[in-house]
């Protein structure tokens, strides 16, 4: 296996005295792991400041990707960014939105998902009748027919373990190339090496400034050669919600 660049594996898209953000690939976890010969996404960062020369010291974990999961990770740089954003990822004011590539199209083009999320009887994460309130808003962006799959976004007004891939998995639409949640028919098959799920915007208040700070990034081109894979045949379609 060739062992990608360090830029391959992180982007840095912004970085001042408090925070730094990252978009990280797929394959990439946020922090190391005992036993796990793949730099995380910490210990990239830390090379990418030795690489420039950089001083910083602190650099602290706020929030978390699945490993197969790409998109934008914050961390904080001083002791100030920390308490302001662990503070608002608590009470759950951080924006954050992902981009999914499903099997299956849900029967709502766009919906509120509101549940508990708990463990079911194999301990397994899933919707249940008690637990953590979860909730979910997702729009479906394209759709195609033939293949049965969608490009969906979703916002996370809550920010529990897996709940985008749980929430969509409930509404019939699976994630494509989920190990855990996805039918098993449909994780390997016509999948690239990869779990189609993306975080493409992070939004919050600065610490600092006291500003509102979005960020957001392009939707990669692995998830629309899944959402578009088929999409030659006659006949096919894809369209918009």
């Given at each position: 296996m060739i062992?990608?660049?360090?830029?391959?594996?992180?982007?840095?898209?912004?970085?001042?005295?408090?925070?730094?953000?990252?978009?990280?690939?797929?394959?990439?976890?946020?922090?190391?792991?005992?036993?796990e010969r793949e730099e995380s996404a910490i210990q990239l960062i830390r090379r990418y400041w030795k690489a420039i020369r950089s001083k910083s010291e602190?650099?602290?974990?706020?929030?978390?990707?699945?490993?197969?999961?790409?998109?934008?990770?914050?961390?904080?740089?001083?002791?100030?960014?920390?308490?302001s954003l662990l503070e608002q990822f608590a009470d759950?004011?951080?924006?954050?939105?992902?981009?999914?590539?499903?099997?299956?199209?849900?029967?709502?083009?766009?919906?509120?998902?509101?549940?508990?999320?708990?463990?079911?009887?194999?301990?397994?994460?899933?919707?249940t009748s008690k637990g953590k309130a979860a909730v979910t808003l997702y729009r479906v962006l394209k759709e195609n027919?033939?293949?049965?799959?969608?490009?969906?976004?979703?916002?996370?007004?809550?920010?529990?373990?897996?709940?985008?891939?749980?929430?969509?998995?409930?509404v019939g639409a699976p994630v494509i190339g989920d190990p855990v949640y996805a039918r098993s028919g449909t994780r390997s098959r016509n999948t690239p090496g990869r779990m189609a799920l993306h975080a493409e915007a992070l939004g919050f208040i600065h610490p600092r400034t006291g500003r509102p700070f979005l960020l957001r990034t392009s939707i990669p081109q692995q998830l629309k050669a899944m959402l578009e894979r088929g999409a030659g045949a006659a006949g096919t379609t894809i369209g918009g919600a």
């Open positions: 062992k990608k660049k360090l830029h391959e594996r992180i982007h840095v898209v912004y970085e001042d005295r408090d925070i730094i953000v990252v978009d990280k690939s797929h394959g990439i976890l946020s922090y190391p792991v005992e036993g602190h650099l602290y974990l706020l929030h978390r990707l699945d490993r197969e999961t790409s998109g934008l990770l914050v961390f904080a740089v001083s002791s100030l960014a920390r308490a759950h004011s951080v924006v954050r939105s992902y981009i999914a590539v499903t099997q299956g199209i849900p029967a709502n083009k766009e919906k509120r998902i509101e549940t508990f999320l708990g463990r079911d009887v194999r301990g397994r994460r899933s919707v027919r033939l293949a049965n799959r969608a490009l969906i976004r979703c916002y996370l007004e809550t920010g529990r373990t897996h709940q985008v891939r749980i929430h969509l998995a409930h």
